[in-house]
């Protein structure tokens, strides 16, 4: 099961996305993917459907 800050999760409409890492530590870039969302948990973990796979690098915050 995967999971996810629900912090991570930007909703416009009835897409839900979030902002993944790529790329090596010298060059790395994000990118957005859309998911598919599950169960809410009490400690706000939400959990992924589809759209992420195992090992992706969700951004929670930006630094501007």
Known sequence: VLAVPQ???TTDGSK???HVLIGS???QTLET???TTG???SDGQVE???G????DVVVTSQIK
């Open 39 to 41: 169960l809410v948990g």
């Open 48 to 50: 992924i459907l589809s």
């Open 25 to 27: 530590t010298d060059k």
């Open 52 to 55: 992420l796979q195992e090992g």
């Open 16 to 18: 839900k996305t979030v």
């Open 33 to 35: 993917k859309e998911v």
């Open 7 to 9: 912090r991570a999760i």
